[in-house]
């Protein structure tokens, strides 16, 4: 007794919430305190809003939901009359008819403190001020004779702004003896250097070390990869959690030492890059999947490597035995598609069938002969070959239940290269936050590398051939995507400067690119808002995916290159003037 009276003793729960689902949130907060007990942990920690899971949304202005979450905390608060660890969990917290983003601490059989996340965010993917009240800003809380300070994720993220206070500060000249920061972080690339950078900050400004814990787990568009670390006062690094899996670390925190407490744990290798990138698409795939309930996925097999790419994320996410695909030829489609198509389902090892789709199309074209008659073909019969493919892929989720998995990249999605009622029919994209040169290079690293956990084959799984091709949509003779977009490393070029960086056109020309493509991918990448306002959602990857990071409006007049849109020779109904154009590519 007497060592472990040296010694802090704190367990992080890097774990999976799902939004809404108190009582399961509560019944992992159980089993993890178990797990502390055994490791005869004092505290147990739980990320931002653990009982309600996050981000809950609108969901936390709903009063039922408020008082589950309220009776839940309760609940687990008169469990730890047992004297066993206590517990510092988040939650939604109403005090005096105002919604906080809390954190409530359970000990001794009953909630012992309460503190409210201070400085709220709101950007990007984030809008808290809309349903949180702005906290007070509080000194530390003691746990088992430790002043523990407890910043709230955005509470450590300062900002040259008069709205935030500087809780940190604060804490320290209160008292605090060591910092826990429960976090819902969410991933896009570059988040893992820039929270330890973050972190790095606040330990060298207060003298303390810190205790970063972050919730793991795909939510809608958002996955968060947990990552979750901790650092010693002198800046070395305490323990490091793996990211996009579960995990549940012990730490001793040696009380005693000559400068703060200190302590060493296990650390774990992260993923970087492209394969942080495809690790997220498959976390966020698997828990969208589970999470709604769906028995598996569907999706059409065209031979491409965007439906090739999303079938290796399938079947790495939930087993070859809960993916389905369907090859859907037409008169367009080479026999190379339908050869690739084929061994890519052998590799993978998913049910495969082939639905020609002749009878389909043809039957449109004959119901629509005398509204068409004398009117030349154009894109418009192209696209019933897209729409007959929806609407077979649709059919059969309906029957089965399976979920449609729509394989459009950010690259179709920025430029209009879709069809609505077509290829995009779906519920859930995982490529969508993925330009198409990523789409090519993530291809190749997974025939050489998988992720920890994924349930699919080890090799090459995506057949070369699907790699080194030219992508076509098929959908007339002798096609390819180059026939009127411009190659692809020029075009997610111009595209990165437009969508991430918000660069202006002149800009992107004088850092060499050709000012009339330029001027059309923007006006391309405008034009298409609409579509993209009915896409399925998909896993988020980049600082601005489509969606929660940029909502632009459909019917929007400006224009970059100094000359506005002008109505009707430019609107939605006028293809021709506007020169977007409709494609399936698989």
């Not at 650092?231 to 670390?249: C, G, H, K, R, Y």
């Not at 400068?259 to 394969?275: F, I, N, W």
């Not at 600082?543 to 000359?563: A, E, K, M, S, V």
Request: hydrophobic share 40%; glycine share 8%; net charge negative.
């Amino acid at each position: 007794m007497t060592e472990l009276a040296d010694y802090f003793i704190v367990t992080l729960a890097q774990l999976n919430p799902t939004v809404g689902d108190v009582t399961g949130n509560a019944a992992k907060a159980r089993v993890a305190r178990a797990r502390a007990a055994v490791d005869s942990a004092d505290l147990v920690v739980f990320p931002e809003l653990f009982i309600a899971g996050y981000p809950p949304e609108d969901l936390v202005l709903k009063p039922a939901f408020q008082s589950a979450c309220r009776a839940a905390i309760e609940e687990l608060a008169r469990e730890t009359a047992d004297g066993g660890p206590a517990v510092l969990i988040g939650t939604p917290w109403v005090d005096d008819g105002k919604l906080y983003n809390a954190v409530a601490l359970l000990d001794g059989g009953r909630v012992t403190a309460l503190r409210f996340k201070v400085n709220l965010p709101n950007y990007g993917v984030f809008d808290e001020k809309r349903v949180f009240a702005r906290g007070p800003v509080s000194g530390p809380v003691t746990i088992r004779g430790v002043r523990v300070g407890v910043p709230i994720c955005e509470d450590t993220w300062l900002e040259e702004s008069s709205e935030y206070e500087n809780i940190v500060e604060c804490l320290a000249e209160t008292g605090a003896e060591i910092l826990i920061v429960p976090n819902g972080s969410p991933y896009t690339r570059g988040k893992v250097d820039m929270r330890l950078s973050i972190s790095v900050a606040r330990v060298s400004e207060s003298g303390l070390p810190l205790i970063y814990l972050n919730q793991v787990g795909g939510q809608d568009e958002l996955v968060f990869d947990g990552g979750s670390f901790a650092l010693n006062a002198d800046l070395s690094v305490a323990m490091q959690m793996p990211a996009f899996e579960e995990n549940i670390t012990t730490l001793r925190w040696k009380k005693k030492t000559t400068t703060s407490m200190r302590s060493l744990g296990p650390v774990a290798d992260l993923l970087e890059g492209d394969k942080a990138d495809y690790a997220a698409c498959v976390l966020g795939l698997r828990d969208y999947v589970n999470k709604n309930g769906f028995p598996g996925v569907l999706l059409g097999i065209s031979g491409g490597i965007d439906s090739a790419l999303c079938a290796a994320i399938a079947v790495d996410a939930l087993g070859a035995e809960r993916v389905r695909g369907v090859m859907l030829p037409f008169r367009f489609t080479a026999q190379v598609s339908l050869d690739d198509a084929e061994k890519l389902a052998a590799n993978l090892g998913f049910r495969y069938e082939v639905l020609p789709i002749a009878k389909a199309v043809h039957g449109f074209e004959e119901i629509l002969s005398d509204t068409f008659k004398g009117l030349p073909r154009d894109i418009t019969e192209e696209n019933l070959q897209a729409r007959a493919r929806g609407t077979l892929l649709m059919a059969i989720s309906n029957k089965t239940g399976a979920m449609v998995v729509t394989t459009g990249n950010k690259s179709e999605m920025s430029v209009g290269y879709a069809t609505l009622y077509g290829d995009m029919n779906g519920g859930f994209n995982p490529i969508k936050d993925i330009y198409k040169t990523e789409v090519f290079r993530i291809s190749s690293l997974r025939n050489s590398w998988k992720p920890d956990g994924a349930l699919g084959p080890s090799g090459e799984v995506i057949p070369p051939n699907i790699i080194t091709r030219p992508p076509t949509a098929e959908l007339r003779e002798n096609q390819t995507d180059q026939d009127s977009l411009p190659p692809y490393e020029v075009l997610d070029a111009i595209l990165e400067r437009l969508v991430e960086r918000e660069e202006p056109l002149a800009t992107i020309t004088a850092a060499g690119f050709d000012r009339e493509v330029v001027a059309r991918i923007d006006r391309l990448l405008n034009i298409a808002e609409y579509k993209r306002r009915q896409a399925a959602p998909g896993v988020k990857v980049t600082r601005r995916n489509f969606g929660r990071d940029r909502r632009y409006p459909i019917t929007n007049r400006f224009r970059d290159d100094g000359h506005p849109l002008q109505a009707p020779d430019d609107t939605l109904v006028s293809r021709a003037a506007r020169g977007s154009s409709e494609v399936f590519d698989g």
